[in-house]
C-alpha cells in the first residue's frame, strides 16, 4: 500500500532521494560535499520578485519536506510543501497564512502525517500555532491554537518556536512579560480526541531572575523527545530549561548553565534532542574572538545532564563583530549532529556552511566528518545553515539569502548522509551502491541506492556478512559466503534504483540485529531486458546499531 502522506518510504516515492540529493560520505579534507537545491515553487501571479527568503525555516519527515518564506506577501508568510517523487522533490502544495503581517511560517515542526506552524507576528505580535493534517496527500488545516490569557500590546511573540512529537506539541512565546519583560514563556500541549488540549504553561522562576536578571526570553527555541522538552532562554548569556512528564504530568527537572558564559552568547539559542541526547548552539559570542560552538550534553544515571563535547568548525573564522554564527541552527539523529554557520565563509562572505559531526564507536568527542556547501552558492549572502533538519539519514538546510538569476529569494537544500563503508572498486560502468537512511535497527529506515546505471535496467540486491572477493563478469563481487538475496528493483529516472528494506521482516529480523556488521552489492542489467544479471556495483559494509 502506498502512503499519502507518511509512514515508510515506497520504492516509488525512494526514488527521488537519490535523483535530488548528492549522496556522499567523504573526509572534511577530501572533498566538500553540495547540498543540492530543492526546487522552488512557481509564484502564483508570475511575479519574479515575489519570494524574499524562501528556507528561512525548513522541516523534514519520511516522505515530506516543509519549506517557509515568512516574509513573503508583506510578512503574510508561506510554506511550500514537497513529497519525494521518481522524478526528484515534486512541490505539492502551498500553505498561506491569514493575513498580511502574520509571519506564517516563522516556526515549523514536522511529525509524520502532521505539521505545525507557527505565525508569532499574528495580530500584531500576539501570535497564533496552525495545526495541519495531511489527508490524502492533501494538507488539511485542522486546528487554531491562540495564546488564551496573553495580551496583545505586550507582544508575546506565541508561536516563535515550535516542536511536535508523537502526541505532544510545544509552542514558545519568547516575549512574554512575566515575571519580568520579555522573560518569556512555554506551553505544553497533548493531543485528546484529535485536538491539542494545554496541559501546562512554564515561564522563567523568579529564583532564577534573582540570580541571573539577564534569565530572559525562554521559548526561543524548543525540542520534544519522549516524555523530555528541552526549550532555550537564549538572552545575554543563555539558559536551557529541560521538562520532563511523569505521573504527576509537566515538571521543570533542570536548569542547563551556559558552560563558559559571556554576556551576549545566546546559548540555547538552538536546541535539539534525541533521547539522552542534548545539543545546544551558541552562535554569538560578544567581543573576539566571536566564533560559534555547539555544546553536547548527556543524561546520566541519575537523571542530570553533563557536558561531553563542544563543537567548533574547523574552519571557523574569528573577527569582532558576529562570527561565522556556527550553532545558529541544530539537528540531531543517532549519532550524527548538524550543526548550522549562517555566516560561513567557505564559498564567499556570509554563503553560509553546514557542518555534520559524527560521534565515533568509543564515544565522546565526535568529529567533524563532512562540511557541506550550497551546489549553486551566489558567492556572498546565501546565509546557508539559517535553519537545518534531519531525519534518517536525510538533511535539510535552508539559505533565505540565496540568489537565483539576480534575484534574491532564498533557497532550500537536501542532502543524503552515506552510512555505510564503500570498498572493492564498481565496474567500468561506474554504478555505485549506497546505503542511507538510518543504522539503527528499530528505525526501521535503510535503505540501498543504486546509481548510475541505464533507466529501466533489472537488480537485484545481495548481502552477507563477511568479505570476498571473487571475479564476476568483468568486476569483482566482494561479498563472502553465505550469500544471500535481499530483493530485486527497476532503475527509474536517470538511472536511480532503491531498495527500502523492511527490517521487521522474518527473514531479515533474525540477522540484521544491533552489533552485527553486513555487506552490501548489487548486480544489474547492462542493457534494459538483456536479461543478463552481470553487471557489480561497489560493495558496502555497514554495522548496525
Not at 562540511?371 to 549572502?381: E, F, I, K, T, W
Not at 539503527?440 to 552477507?464: F, K, N, S
Request: net charge negative; with cysteine.
Amino acid at each position: 500500500m502506498i502512503s499519502f502522506c507518511a509512514g515508510r518510504r515506497t520504492s516509488l516515492a525512494a526514488f527521488s532521494l537519490a535523483v535530488q540529493l548528492l549522496i556522499l560520505s567523504v573526509p572534511v579534507a577530501a572533498q566538500q560535499p553540495e547540498l543540492q537545491v530543492v526546487p522552488a515553487p512557481p509564484p502564483p501571479d508570475g511575479d519574479p520578485y515575489y519570494n524574499f527568503d524562501v528556507g528561512g525555516k525548513v522541516a523534514i519527515s519520511d516522505e515530506w519536506l516543509a519549506v517557509a518564506d515568512f516574509t513573503v506577501n508583506h510578512a503574510t508568510g508561506e510554506v511550500y510543501m514537497y513529497r519525494r517523487t521518481p522524478a526528484g522533490w515534486e512541490f505539492r502544495q502551498r500553505l498561506v497564512g491569514e493575513s498580511t503581517g502574520t509571519a506564517f511560517g516563522g516556526a515549523l515542526a514536522i511529525d509524520g502525517d502532521r505539521l505545525v506552524v507557527g505565525g508569532w507576528y499574528w495580530s500584531g505580535l500576539l501570535g497564533k500555532a496552525y495545526v495541519f493534517h495531511c489527508i490524502d496527500g492533501v494538507w488539511t488545516k485542522v486546528q487554531e491554537i491562540l495564546p488564551d490569557g496573553l495580551v496583545k500590546d505586550d507582544h508575546p511573540q506565541f508561536g516563535y518556536a515550535v516542536a511536535l512529537s508523537g502526541g505532544v506539541l510545544a509552542v514558545g512565546a519568547r516575549e512574554v512579560d512575566h515575571p519580568v519583560e520579555s522573560a518569556g514563556e512555554l506551553r505544553v500541549y497533548e493531543e485528546e480526541g484529535g485536538q491539542w488540549q494545554a496541559v501546562a504553561r512554564f515561564h522563567v522562576p523568579l529564583s532564577s531572575i534573582a540570580l541571573d536578571p539577564h534569565h530572559l526570553a525562554l521559548g526561543r527555541s524548543i525540542a520534544i523527545s519522549g516524555d523530555t522538552i528541552v526549550s532555550g532562554a537564549p538572552l545575554f548569556f543563555g539558559y536551557v530549561h529541560v521538562f520532563e512528564r511523569g505521573t504527576n504530568g509537566w515538571v521543570r527537572s533542570e536548569i542547563i548553565e551556559n558552560p563558559s558564559p559571556v554576556l551576549g552568547d545566546s546559548f540555547g539559542h538552538a536546541v535539539a534532542i534525541e533521547g539522552d541526547i542534548l545539543v545546544v548552539g551558541r552562535p554569538h559570542r560578544s567581543g573576539s574572538p566571536a566564533i560559534g560552538k555547539a555544546f553536547v550534553f548527556e543524561r546520566g544515571a541519575d537523571g542530570t545532564w553533563h557536558l561531553q563535547d563542544e563543537l567548533r568548525a574547523s574552519d571557523g573564522f574569528v573577527d569582532s563583530d558576529r562570527g561565522d554564527l556556527f550553532g545558529q541552527s541544530v539537528a540531531l539523529v543517532g549519532d550524527q549532529i548538524v550543526v548550522g554557520a549562517s555566516r560561513g565563509r567557505y564559498s564567499g562572505p556570509e554563503t553560509g556552511t553546514v557542518y555534520l559531526f559524527t560521534r565515533g564507536p568509543d564515544g565522546w568527542p565526535a568529529t567533524e566528518t563532512m562540511r557541506l556547501v550550497a551546489s549553486d552558492s551566489s558567492g556572498m549572502s546565501d546565509f546557508l545553515g539559517e535553519s537545518v533538519a534531519m531525519h534518517g539519514g536525510f538533511i535539510a538546510a535552508g539559505a533565505p539569502g540565496g540568489w537565483d538569476e539576480g534575484i534574491r529569494e532564498g533557497k532550500a537544500y537536501t542532502f543524503a548522509v552515506e552510512l555505510a563503508e564503500p570498498y572493492c572498486e564498481p565496474s567500468p560502468t561506474h554504478t555505485v551502491l549506497g546505503v542511507t537512511g538510518s543504522a539503527t535497527v528499530a528505525d526501521d529506515d535503510l535503505v540501498l541506492t543504486l546509481r548510475g546505471a541505464l533507466e529501466q535496467v533489472r537488480v537485484m540486491y545481495v548481502y552477507a556478512g563477511t568479505r570476498g572477493v571473487y571475479p564476476f563478469g568483468g568486476s569483482f563481487l566482494c561479498l563472502g559466503a553465505p550469500l544471500a538475496r535481499l530483493g530485486y528493483g527497476t532503475t527509474g529516472p536517470q538511472g536511480i534504483a532503491l531498495l527500502d528494506l523492511n527490517l521487521g521482516a522474518p527473514w531479515l529480523s533474525s540477522h540484521l540485529v544491533p552489533g552485527s556488521t553486513w555487506h552490501f552489492q548489487a548486480v544489474h542489467e547492462r542493457q534494459p531486458g538483456d536479461g543478463l544479471l552481470r553487471v557489480l556495483t561497489n560493495a558496502a559494509s555497514l554495522t548496525l546499531r
